[in-house]
Nanobody, 124 residues
Framework: QLQLVESGGGLVQAGNSLTLSCAGT????????LGWFRQAPGKEREFVAA????????NYAASVKGRFTVSRDNSKSTVILQMNRLKPEDTAIYFC?????????????????WGQGTQVTVSS
């Protein structure tokens, strides 16, 4: 049973960067494709980025493409979301999610394992 714990959230000014980490335990980390999602107050949880279990394939939401980068280190059971040129509209709780298959996916329903989330607040 994969367990995920996010860290690295915080308060930053617009235009700055932040790095989120997600550590996995309780399973063979490289067996899982991983995704990042976010949820702003009053809004539905939305897809941000995903990475295949070997790290070869990534995909991004249009709103973050070119600013965010997802990567993973299976030897450390960690997935990273590097967020650059942050905007106030990036403010949300960010969640890490896992699915027991090769590639990531965009719908939240395709993920079985979820972390508790980490708050990111971008001030203007």
């Amino acid at each position: 049973q994969l367990q995920l714990v996010e860290s690295g959230g915080g308060l930053v000014q617009a235009g700055n960067s932040l790095t989120l980490s997600c550590a996995g335990t309780g399973g063979t980390f490289s067996d899982y494709a991983l995704g990042w999602f976010r949820q702003a107050p009053g809004k539905e949880r939305e897809f941000v980025a995903a990475i295949s279990r070997a790290g070869r394939v990534t995909n991004y939401a249009a709103s973050v493409k070119g600013r965010f980068t997802v990567s993973r280190d299976n030897s450390k059971s960690t997935v990273i979301l590097q967020m650059n040129r942050l905007k106030p509209e990036d403010t949300a709780i960010y969640f890490c999610a896992g699915r027991y298959t090769v590639t990531g996916a965009t719908p939240t329903r395709d993920y079985t394992y979820w972390g508790q989330g980490t708050q990111v607040t971008v001030s203007s």
